[in-house]
């Protein structure tokens, strides 16, 4: 089983390939850009321990305008965690590269992906559609649908 993994160098997404090695049949394909929030330095030590694993493969491409078909060929399953976290960065000075990165990314992806036969797609949300919450939130939870309380 072929795996693709975008945003593989975040927290979220270097624990999930991690997991996914555990089970002796999978191949993962890492793809990340590193646009941050987080340093660096950070998210590539998430990927030191897996860059010498014998069946993942890492890739740093800008997923703007990455090829997907060259990476999503003969993949059955996609993660697609990339993208630029938060909220209320995605307004101001931040919108386009919000976009760019959130949005036109996705649907570029999405796109690639309906030329070929997945198993599954699967899209990592974020917990801000949650809205503003203390302590642990559930998946269960209520979404908020107002947008206009996230920025409070």
Not at 37 to 53: A, C, F, G, V, Y
Not at 89 to 98: C, D, L, P, Q, T
Not at 123 to 135: A, I, R, W
Request: with cysteine.
């Amino acid at each position: 089983m072929k795996i693709l993994v975008t945003g593989a160098a975040g927290f979220i997404g270097s624990n999930l390939v991690e997991r996914l090695l555990e089970d002796q049949k999978v191949k993962v394909i890492g793809i990340d850009s590193f646009i941050g929030p987080t340093p660096e330095t950070i998210t590539r030590q998430n990927l030191k321990p897996l860059l010498d694993h014998p069946r993942f493969t890492f890739y740093e491409e800008d997923l703007v305008t990455i090829n997907w078909g060259t990476y999503l060929a003969g993949v059955d399953y996609v993660y697609h965690l990339a993208g630029m976290p938060g909220v209320r960065s995605s307004w101001g000075v931040e919108f386009n590269r919000y976009v760019t990165n959130n949005i036109d990314v996705t649907q570029r992806l999405l796109e690639a992906c309906k030329h070929i036969p997945l198993k599954k797609f699967i899209y990592s949300s974020t917990s801000s559609v949650y809205g503003e919450k203390t302590g642990k939130v559930s998946e269960d939870a209520s979404l908020r649908t107002d947008v206009s309380l996230w920025n409070h």
